[in-house]
């Protein structure tokens, strides 16, 4: 598996090449091509963060919206195409309120306050949901069928949500299975998940996704090739399958290749791709069933991201691990001239304290800290941290306000 480097999204190619395994030796920490000068604006208070392939997204504690990084397809939500002027965070679908907006690749879609769900940005898999051929949309449509949804989760160019009558449903690409209703076949609105009824939480990755039913017992279905379904074969499920071993988890996550889940007394489990050392074990062996993340520590929860993964303690401390060539596990190192990786956690620099961190399908993360400021680290190309520059920063930088 490698990492294309993201600046070949800046050329027009958004979607990472996964066909191989090192990856490619680009731009060191700290180096800022064309960088601007940060912003100085009034700080965002957060209550989500969002990341997805090249942009992210949060929800302010007034419930507005706000997108930064590229926006080729419309995706930071301004109803224009193409760069940002500034990388800061822009007001997305103003005319709307939201309980949280997710970001995918090169789409967005958000949860409102009414618990409806639009989308916008590409749409050449249907991610938009809203039942169109069209590519892209540059305003926010609504996905079909008129449903109230209570929770929403974006995946590289997929969606699932879950009603509010508890049924789950997903859109959009479906070459592997990650929509999980038996088929392959790529849907433009939503489609019920087989054993739809059963989840209370779902989470979608690159290519597949997970849930926890009523019982807490974790299933995945889609791409199977590292293991990240977690039932010890690399066997593709067009249907949600249990996860072996039969452990009960609070909470779950699916990431890029790998999916990570934390127990009702605070253990944390990762299973799937461990090229660069994301599951934390202390090993880079792929492990195709839950595997223990080392250090004893105990979390509220896990994010993982395709190269790396993040997590925030029950102390409100944050720690990340696996890939660290742009400085995205945040511990004030990075890996040029040769690529660094931290195959166990390790704990953010700068002794903030976070409510919560989320890894990017990229390679950078986000987090919102105990006082609702946002911060974000790792590569920032594209302008992905919102933090008024082009910097890549191996430590968290504050997301600056808007002027």
């Not at 609702?372 to 600056?400: A, E, K």
Request: positive net charge; proline residues 6%; aromatic residues 8%.
């Amino acid at each position: 598996m490698r990492y294309t480097p993201v600046i070949s999204v800046l050329l027009g190619a958004a979607i990472l090449d996964c066909s191989a395994e090192s990856p490619s030796p680009t731009s060191p920490e700290s180096v800022a091509t064309g960088a601007l000068a940060a912003a100085v604006g009034q700080p965002l208070a957060f209550r989500r963060i969002g990341v997805g392939e090249s942009h992210a997204c949060g929800v302010t504690t007034d419930d507005r919206a706000y997108c930064w990084g590229l926006n080729y397809s419309g995706q930071l939500g301004t109803g224009f195409g193409g760069a940002a002027e500034k990388p800061i965070p822009v007001p997305a679908i103003p005319d709307h309120r939201f309980q949280e907006v997710r970001a995918g690749n090169q789409f967005s879609c958000g949860l409102d306050l009414d618990s409806r769900i639009l989308c916008w940005g590409i749409n050449d898999s249907g991610q938009l949901g809203n039942g169109t051929n069209s590519l892209y949309s540059l305003t926010a449509v609504p996905v079909a069928g008129g449903r109230r949804y209570r929770m929403l989760r974006t995946g590289q160019s997929h969606a699932c949500a879950i009603t509010t009558a508890n049924v789950t449903y997903c859109w959009g690409l479906n070459a592997d299975g990650q929509l999980g209703d038996g088929t392959t076949i790529n849907r433009r609105a939503p489609v019920k998940v087989a054993r739809g009824s059963a989840f209370r939480l779902v989470s979608t990755g690159d290519f597949h996704t997970c849930g926890l039913d009523q019982m807490n017992k974790a299933f995945c279905w889609g791409r199977n090739s590292t293991g990240q379904l977690g039932n010890r074969s690399s066997t593709n499920r067009l249907a949600p399958a249990g996860v072996s071993d039969g452990r009960t988890f609070a909470v779950l996550s699916a990431g890029g290749m790998n999916t990570c889940a934390v127990t009702p007394d605070h253990v944390a489990y990762c299973w799937g791709w461990n090229k660069y050392g994301q599951l934390g074990d202390g090993s880079f062996n792929r492990r195709s069933r839950p595997t223990l993340v080392a250090g004893g520590l105990a979390f509220s929860g896990v994010s993982p991201g395709r190269g790396h993964t993040c997590g925030v303690t029950t102390g409100k401390v944050a720690y990340c691990w696996g890939w660290n060539f742009y400085g995205q596990v945040g511990d004030g190192t990075a890996g040029y001239p040769a690529p660094v990786t931290r195959p166990r956690p390790t704990p953010v620099a700068g002794g903030l304290r976070f409510d919560r961190v989320v890894a990017s399908f990229n390679a950078f993360t986000c987090g919102i800290a105990v006082d609702d400021r946002g911060y974000c680290w790792g590569q920032n190309l594209g302008g992905y941290l919102g933090d008024g520059t082009l910097t890549n920063r191996s430590s968290p930088s504050p997301i600056v306000g808007p002027e």
